[in-house]
């Protein structure tokens, strides 16, 4: 019999007892999960698992026959603290959340370690999606080169709403807040975050570093409008908002980014609240992983998962990556990018484009406004580029600026 504790009785970790409470695992384990305490501040004296609930962590922590603590509360405090003390006293720590590992990942691995315990956190990235576990064992023989994905459902729902049914990123929001896609406060997923903490995990594990996810260039949704949604769709293309990393001389190269992909690009088909993630092997080429990467079973599933891992197999095959990875942010790595400018004067506008980007695809707009997109050229060149183009323009009527691969 393996007990097993759970911090926080979210859509998370009510899931997880659920999922443990209605299955044996015996097969598949070895032996019996059991969940014998559960954390909150909250009362739930309705519940089916009241006698279970404790607001003392202090007793799950002393409780010598919990070797499990599964870690649902989300955020840094008081999550950090309670896995580092599970961790040092001897037991493993399964947990969802992303922004604890992006953050101290590398340390909380280092002292599972020490302590003969095991750190999961399958979960922390795509919800249901296996992607953690294979990048660590399944393709371990591999040097993993790039990553590319879709990494939030929220936010892949809004964009499909915008594309498929012609809402609003307003009406499409609120869309998916009614749906319970989106939280009440939805600016981790709108602005691009919690893509940001996923692919600065997926950087870490595949490149061996841990990178300050803090420190990642992250842009969101907000700014895409139904006018910037028409201009892709006449080039062919979709939005998406795609986390990014590459390994690069010296570092790592990531962002966070709406993008413009051709329709024939794996990601581009990917829809609602699914997600996909892309990843180039040296050995295997590209590898890809899609499903639902997020909602309360998914998600719980993984942790389970982590769960009968760890009474399998102890420490065998647990992620581990170190402290000091670098970020790269000038890189000679190109792109066409796509400019959406208010016209009083359209005749100027355009003359001021060709003068700073050269030769550019024009792209069929009205009286008021021109669309383009420019040449192949380095994140540091467009951004001087715009710089260039908005004293000739006025800064005021840039509209619209999204990346393009076509």
């Not at 015996?26 to 014998?36: C, R, W």
């Not at 101290?104 to 750190?119: C, P, S, T």
Request: one cysteine or more; a negative charge.
């Amino acid at each position: 019999m393996t007990y097993v504790a759970v911090l926080g009785f979210g859509t998370v970790g009510s899931g997880v007892v659920e999922i443990i409470n209605n299955n044996s695992f015996i097969n598949k384990a070895g032996g019996e999960l059991t969940v014998k305490a559960i954390l909150d501040i909250r009362d739930f004296t309705d519940s089916p698992y009241a006698q279970l609930f404790t607001k003392d962590f202090d007793a799950i922590l002393n409780d010598k026959e919990i070797s499990i603590v599964v870690e649902t509360i989300g955020g840094i405090n008081p999550a950090y603290e309670y896995t580092l003390k599970a961790l040092k006293s001897g037991k493993s720590v399964v947990t969802s959340n992303k922004e604890l590992v992006a953050t101290y990942g590398a340390e909380l691995m280092r002292v599972a370690r020490e302590n003969n315990a095991v750190y999961l956190f399958e979960a922390s990235v795509g919800g249901g999606i296996p992607i953690i576990r294979p990048l660590n064992n399944c393709l371990a023989a591999n040097d993993i080169e790039e990553i590319m994905g879709i990494l939030n459902g929220t936010t892949n729902y809004i964009l499909t709403q915008m594309i498929k049914n012609g809402v609003s990123f307003e009406k499409a929001l609120s869309d998916a807040q009614e749906k319970g896609y989106a939280e009440r406060n939805p600016e981790a997923d709108i602005e691009g975050h919690d893509t940001c903490r996923k692919i600065a995990i997926l950087s870490a594990l595949s490149y061996g570093k841990q990178i300050d996810s803090n420190l990642i260039p992250t842009e969101g949704i907000t700014k895409i409008t139904l006018e910037d949604v028409a201009y892709a769709q006449s080039m062919d293309c979709a939005i998406k908002l795609i986390g990014y990393s590459k390994k690069v001389n010296g570092g790592v190269y990531a962002r966070v980014s709406p993008m413009m992909l051709s329709k024939d690009h794996p990601l581009a088909g990917v829809e609602d609240v699914f997600n996909a993630i892309l990843v180039k092997g040296s050995a295997t080429g590209d590898v890809m992983f899609y499903g639902k990467g997020a909602g309360k079973m998914p998600t719980a599933s993984a942790v389970v998962a982590d769960c009968i891992d760890i009474v399998k197999h102890k420490s065998l095959g647990a992620p581990f990556w170190e402290d000091g990875g670098e970020l790269v942010f000038d890189i000679d790595f190109e792109d066409n990018f796509y400019l959406r400018v208010a016209a009083g004067d359209k005749q100027r506008c355009e003359s001021a484009a060709q003068a700073v980007f050269g030769k550019v695809r024009w792209l069929d707009s009205n009286e008021k406004e021109v669309a383009f997109v420019t040449g192949k050229m380095t994140d540091k060149a467009f951004k001087e580029g715009v710089e260039k183009f908005e004293t000739l323009v006025g800064s005021e009527n840039i509209l619209g600026k999204i990346r393009v691969l076509i």
